[in-house]
C-alpha cells in the first residue's frame, strides 16, 4: 500500500475541519428570554441556534455561542418574551380561509357581531353597501349559531329577503355542515316546496308549509357546499397568501385542510406551482372525491411534501354537529330535533353498511384515515367499522384520527388506546357550545366532551383543534379551554378533565406531529428538527392560567423564516 504523504494528509484534515466549523456557524441564535422545548428530555433552554431552516443546537448561551457564533449569526433577542415549537393545526378548515376575507363574519360574541338576527341582517347590509357587491352577486357570510339567538328567534329566509331581495344570500351555520338561505339562494340552488328531503338531511319547512324556510343541513347542503363560489384562477394564489397569513398570525406553521374536494386539491396544487405557500398544508381529501383525486394524484406521492403541500390520507364524516343537532347518540336529545322530531338521536351521514365500506377501502390503500365523529352512537360505527376492515390486525399503527370524539365514552377511549386511534379533541366547546349542549344533552354528558385529562390519563396522546371556520384560529384560546374549561356563562365544565399548561401545549404541537408521523422533523425544539417556531410575548406555561387566553403571538417562523410579525412588537 502506498503511504500518504504528510503533506497531504494534512490537507485532508485541514479540509473537514473547515467543513465542519462551516457546518457549525448559526444563521441565527435566540436568546434572552423563555424557550420552551415541548421536549421532556430538556425542557428549557437559554439559547437555540439554527442553521439552514433547522435547529443545529440548544442549550446553555456561553457554550451555544461559543460554538456557533460568527460575525454572519444574527442574534435575536427575545427580551424576556417567549419561544416555543411553531404550533400543528390538527384539524380546520384551510380551505375556507382562502375566501373569509371575501365573506362576510357573523360569529356569536366575543368572536363576532351576530348576537342576534337584527344584528346579523345589519353586519350582511354593511357588508353589501361597503363593498358595493352588485345585484345577484352571492354574498355569504359564516359563523351562523342558533344556540345563542335570544328566545330562540332563528333566522330564517323571510329575514333575508327583505333585507337583500337582490343577492342569492348564504348565511354559513357555525358547524360548517348547512346554511340559513335566503329566496334568491334557494333558488339558484333550485330548492323548492317540491324537494325531497334527502336521507341524513335537514332542510326546514316554514310552518305549516313545505316552502323551504332557509335553513339546510348535512346531506341536502353537501352539493351546496361544493358548488359554492371559488377564487378564480388569478385570484387563487393572491387568496391563498392572504389565507396562510391568517394561520400564520395564529402560530400555526403546518395547517389542516379537514375535508378536501377534488377542484379543491387542483387550487392547493396551482397555488403550490406558484409558490405561494409559506407554511406546511396538509389536505384531507373527501371520500367521496377519493377516485378523482387518485386520478391526478397517484398514491405514491402521498404523504410526501413538494414546497410546503402534501395529501396527508382520506376524510370520512360520520355524523354531524351537536350544536346543531345532527351528532348521533345512543341516548335521544333532550329537546326535539332540528325538524321538530320526537325521541331524536341525531343521524348518520351515510348509512352504517356504507361507513364500513369505506373504512375497508382506505386501509386497503394503506391511507391515513380521519374520521369526523362527534356523537357516541357515530363512534360506535366508526370502531365498529374499524373492528370489521382491520380485523387482520386490530391494533396496527393505521394513522387513524377520530376529529372531534366530542361525546366519547370511557369505554371508547379504551378502545382507542387498543385499536391505536388519535383522539382530535374540541375543548373550544367548552366555551362556545356549552349552555347548548346542556340544554341538549344534560349536564353529566355535557361536562365530559373532550375529556382529554382521561385520553392522557389512559396513555392516549390527544390533540386539539379548532375546527376553523366553526371557532375562530386562536390556538391559545383553545389552549385556554383546555386547561380551565369555562363557558361562555362563566360556568366551569367538567372540573375533572382539566389539563396542565404543558398538556395542553402537547395537544397543539407535539401530539399533532404524531398524528401525522411528523415527530422526526416538527412538534418540539429539538437539534435536527425544523426551525419551526413561534414567540409569545408571554410564556403560557408560568402565566396564570385563566390570562393564557390573552397572550399574543408576536413573531412566526417557518424554517428559520419569519413569516409574521406583528405590527405593535
Ligand atoms: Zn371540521
Redo the contacts with the bound molecule.
Sequence with gaps: MKSLSLKSVLAVILVLLGGIANAQVADTIFVGGDIVTVNDKQPEAEAIAVKDGKILALGDRVAIEKAHRQATTKIVDLAGRALLPGFLDA?S?YISSLTVANQVNVYAPPAGPGKDVAAIVAELLKFRDSKRIPKGDVIQAYGYDENVMPDGRLLNRDDLDQACPDNPVIVGHVS?HGAVMNSAALRKWNITAKTITPPGGIIVRKPGTDEPWGLIMETAFLPIFASLPKPNRAEEVEWTRAGQRLYAMAGITTAHE??THADEIAIMKRATDAGANIIDVIAFPFITDLETVLETNPISGWGKYDRHFKIGGVKITIDGSPQAKTAYFTKPYLSDGPSGEKDWRGELTFPEATVMRMVKKVYELGLPLNL?ANGDAAIDVFLKAHEFAAADDLSKDRHVTV?HSQFVRPDQLDKYLRYRVTPSLYTLHTYYFAEAHIANRGKEQTFYISPMRDAIDKGLRPTNHT?FV?APLDQMFMMWSAVNRVSRAGQLIGASQRVSPLEALKAMTLNVAIQYGEEALKGSLEVGKLADMVILDRNPLKVDPMMIKDIKVVETFKEGKSIYQASNR
Design positions: 384539524h378548515h360548517m379537514g375535508a369526523h376529529i375546527d366553526v
